[in-house]
């Protein structure tokens, strides 16, 4: 069954996060497709994730098609203006691609290309309310399309957002993403599955599936980054120690990310697992959830 | 509000002079002189940094606006100076070196680089308020522009970039939308957040912009 019939039916799903490489060899896509074939039922493919230079979402979406895999083609802001995102929206149609993710995107200047000219034609919202144009059958502008789109459009919430403003505006910007037809929800990553729950009795009358984030640990260092660098994210400290402590540090950080699998699947619709180069140890990790 | 400029690096104004042995120096009485980037003592130092370099400087002055029309006088007054030399080193905006550019029929080169229009928001400390986007929003935001202060100008609410109160991109700034929350709020208009903000009209922007108006 696709993503949208699963999340319409109100059954739990476990989608995964698939990052292009920088370069053309598609091999190791290739190999992760058939890993996760059958594991998850779809795979977001990132859009130059980090501001990073790499293979783009659309051809890599389309890999994975072929391979059976049903893709999430995730959409950033930054880089495309209002007429290159709406073409490859209608691109993204007609090679059957049909869940799309509205992201903003991160700055350029945080990438390999700080150069870079920022875009940010449209915001994430906005290009929310694009897709739900096109699927009605007209352009941004009103032009009536020959032949309209058929997207299920997703978003993204940041349930850990810092302090109070932070998280009402975290809140109120998910309504405005629902107005405009936002379907599904994927959320940062999460370690603090009681204070996620807090998060989810907030937007218990949302009325739309989330699913949450969740990063298997490589290492304490990264656990550090993630709480100094990255917005949202917050790994308790007892996690922390798990891993310093822990003498085989990859099979510790798996286990957490089974374990938070397996917790947060019963307090919302599901689990995103963003690998962030593990992508090929996703399926031990639901071995080790029971799935 | 003010023009901002910084001086670009010496190494950059020399490469671009590699084709004159004499240069006339021109720096601004306005903006330039407050940023310390293009009045007197920034002129003759650069001066000084020339002669150093081998080159001949013909002359220097400093115009009071570089970018008014009373540097096409100024430049008369000091004909023989600007007509020895091969070429004019302007230390002003780029409305300035522009301007000479108009009014002398020698090559002109930028010292500075413009960087944006601002305002001295506390001393020593300029920042860009407006980016003169063509259809003002500050109404909906509480006078706070997401377009100027937001990194990515998002009109629909945060990123998932802010920390700490902060932006992503600059942990010293504000992250415009924590501000707009804020004082919506204290203003009891924090409904109006809610509102879902449609794309802007870039062509507003459209290049180079003009405008006729009935002078005075």
Same mark, same amino acid.
């Given at each position: 069954?696709?993503?949208?019939?699963?999340?319409?039916?109100?059954?739990?799903?476990?989608?995964?996060?698939?990052?292009?490489?920088?370069?053309?060899?598609?091999?190791?896509?290739?190999?992760?497709?058939?890993?996760?074939?059958?594991?998850?039922?779809?795979?977001?493919?990132?859009?130059?994730?980090?501001?990073?230079?790499?293979?783009?979402?659309?051809?890599?979406?389309?890999?994975?098609?072929?391979?059976?895999?049903?893709?999430?083609?995730?959409?950033?802001?930054?880089?495309?203006?209002?007429?290159?995102?709406?073409?490859?929206?209608?691109?993204?149609?007609?090679?059957?691609?049909?869940?799309?993710?509205?992201?903003?995107?991160?700055?350029?200047?945080?990438?390999?290309?700080?150069?870079?000219?920022?875009?940010?034609?449209?915001?994430?919202?906005?290009?929310?309310?694009?897709?739900?144009?096109?699927? =009605?059958?007209?352009?941004?502008?009103?032009?009536?399309?020959?032949?309209?789109?058929?997207?299920?459009?997703?978003?993204?919430?940041?349930?850990?957002?810092?302090?109070?403003?932070?998280?009402?505006?975290?809140?109120? +910007?998910?309504? +405005?993403?629902?107005?405009?037809?936002?379907?599904?929800?994927?959320?940062?990553?999460?370690?603090?599955?009681?204070?996620?729950?807090?998060?989810?009795?907030?937007?218990?009358?949302?009325?739309?599936?989330?699913?949450?984030?969740?990063?298997?640990?490589?290492?304490?260092?990264?656990?550090?980054?993630?709480?100094?660098?990255?917005?949202?994210?917050?790994?308790?400290?007892?996690?922390?120690?798990?891993?310093?402590?822990?003498?085989?540090?990859?099979?510790?950080?798996?286990?957490?990310?089974?374990?938070?699998?397996? =917790?947060?699947?019963?307090?919302?619709?599901?689990?995103?697992?963003?690998?962030?180069?593990? =992508?090929?140890?996703?399926?031990?990790?639901?071995?080790?959830?029971?799935? | 509000?003010?023009?901002?400029?910084?001086?670009?690096?010496?190494?950059?104004?020399?490469?671009?002079?590699?084709?004159?042995?004499?240069?006339?120096?021109?720096?601004?009485?306005?903006?330039?002189?407050?940023?310390?980037?293009?009045?007197?003592?920034?002129?003759?130092?650069?001066?000084?940094?020339?002669?150093?370099?081998?080159?001949?400087?013909?002359?220097?002055?400093?115009?009071?606006?570089?970018?008014?029309?009373?540097?096409?006088?100024?430049?008369?007054?000091?004909?023989?100076?600007?007509?020895?030399?091969?070429?004019?080193?302007?230390?002003?905006?780029?409305?300035?070196?522009?301007?000479?550019?108009?009014?002398?029929?020698?090559?002109?080169?930028?010292?500075?680089?413009?960087?944006?229009?601002?305002?001295?928001?506390?001393?020593?400390?300029?920042?860009?308020?407006?980016?003169?986007?063509?259809?003002?929003?500050?109404?909906?935001?509480?006078?706070?522009?997401?377009?100027?202060?937001?990194?990515?100008?998002?009109?629909?609410?945060?990123?998932?970039?802010?920390?700490?109160?902060?932006?992503?991109?600059?942990?010293?700034?504000?992250?415009?939308?924590?501000?707009?929350?804020?004082?919506?709020?204290?203003?009891?208009?924090?409904?109006?957040?809610?509102?879902?903000?449609?794309?802007?009209?870039?062509?507003?922007?459209?290049?180079?912009?003009?405008?006729?108006?009935?002078?005075?």
């Amino acid at each position: 069954m696709s993503l949208k019939s699963l999340l319409e039916a109100e059954k739990s799903v476990i989608t995964a996060e698939v990052g292009p490489l920088k370069g053309t060899d598609i091999n190791e896509i290739g190999e992760v497709a058939e890993l996760l074939l059958g594991r998850v039922t779809a795979a977001n493919v990132t859009d130059q994730q980090s501001s990073v230079m790499r293979l783009g979402s659309l051809a890599t979406c389309h890999l994975l098609k072929d391979k059976g895999l049903e893709p999430v083609f995730q959409m950033t802001c930054r880089d495309r203006n209002r007429l290159a995102l709406q073409s490859d929206l209608l691109s993204a149609h007609v090679l059957g691609i049909e869940n799309v993710l509205s992201l903003t995107g991160d700055l350029p200047s945080l990438g390999d290309h700080p150069q870079a000219k920022p875009v940010y034609d449209l915001d994430s919202v906005q290009l929310l309310w694009v897709i739900k144009r096109l699927n =009605e059958g007209y352009d941004m502008v009103g032009n009536e399309l020959q032949g309209k789109t058929n997207f299920f459009p997703g978003a993204v919430v940041n349930p850990g957002a810092d302090s109070g403003a932070a998280f009402e505006l975290q809140l109120i +910007k998910m309504e +405005k993403k629902i107005a405009v037809g936002a379907r599904f929800f994927q959320t940062q990553a999460v370690f603090d599955p009681d204070a996620f729950a807090k998060f989810m009795k907030r937007v218990e009358g949302f009325g739309v599936p989330i699913l949450a984030g969740v990063i298997p640990l490589k290492s304490v260092g990264m656990a550090r980054f993630m709480n100094k660098n990255v917005s949202g994210v917050f790994v308790p400290e007892e996690l922390i120690d798990k891993m310093a402590k822990a003498e085989d540090k990859a099979a510790t950080g798996m286990d957490i990310a089974a374990n938070l699998v397996k =917790e947060l699947k019963d307090i919302c619709q599901g689990v995103h697992l963003m690998a962030i180069g593990w =992508e090929k140890r996703v399926p031990a990790i639901l071995d080790a959830a029971g799935l | 509000m003010i023009t901002i400029t910084r001086q670009k690096p010496l190494e950059e104004v020399v490469h671009s002079l590699n084709r004159c042995n004499k240069v006339y120096l021109i720096g601004c009485g306005t903006c330039a002189t407050m940023l310390h980037t293009g009045g007197k003592s920034e002129v003759l130092a650069m001066k000084d940094k020339l002669e150093a370099d081998g080159k001949k400087v013909t002359g220097w002055m400093v115009i009071p606006t570089a970018c008014d029309e009373l540097t096409r006088e100024a430049l008369a007054e000091n004909a023989k100076d600007v007509e020895e030399a091969d070429c004019i080193l302007v230390m002003s905006c780029a409305y300035g070196v522009q301007t000479v550019g108009l009014y002398s029929d020698k090559p002109v080169f930028p010292a500075l680089d413009t960087l944006f229009i601002g305002k001295e928001e506390k001393p020593g400390h300029f920042a860009e308020i407006c980016m003169q986007c063509g259809e003002c929003l500050l109404g909906q935001f509480a006078g706070i522009c997401p377009m100027t202060q937001c990194a990515k100008g998002l009109l629909n609410g945060p990123c998932g970039g802010s920390k700490d109160g902060k932006c992503e991109q600059d942990p010293e700034h504000d992250c415009a939308w924590i501000l707009i929350y804020e004082r919506l709020k204290r203003l009891g208009k924090l409904d109006e957040i809610k509102e879902f903000v449609p794309p802007k009209d870039y062509s507003k922007m459209d290049r180079p912009r003009q405008i006729e108006v009935t002078p005075l």
